[in-house]
């Protein structure tokens, strides 16, 4: 079994830290990527992290790892309420999948409130600010420890 989880950022998700910092935060993707790394490690885990602002860069990594992951962690940004193609390929995933936004989607504009992700996601969260990501690597550590 694999070591390694796959966290995935969609659109906008490198401006984390200058765009609607009120929503999202002051903090950076790379501070994310870091917190992810430290916690990864004290699990014995290892991250590959990327973000990309196209579709099909973010569908051909899901393939990547589609079955050679401990698991993988999506912010898929606004392509979460659009993509039935990154739909598709989550569903041809074999290992565990966490959606994770860092706002609370629910609580913000209608057409926020589908997801297409969801329908693959083994878990979802939403609303945790950038602590979701960790979050989401700790349960992705603890449903391997039980597989
Ligand atoms: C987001 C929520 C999406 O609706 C939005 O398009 C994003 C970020 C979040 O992390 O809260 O880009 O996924």
Redesign the pocket.
Known sequence: MSDTILILN????NLLGL?EPH??GHETLADVEARCRSLATSLGLEIAFHQSNAEHQLIDWIHAYRIDAAGIVI???????TSIAILDALNACEVPIVE??????HR??D??HHSYVSLAATAVM??FGIH?YELAVRHIAYLRGAR
């Open positions: 969609g659109p906008n998700l765009r929503i999202y912010n898929p940004g606004a392509f979460t309420h994770c936004h860092i706002s609370n989607v913000r504009e057409f926020r939403a609303g979701g």
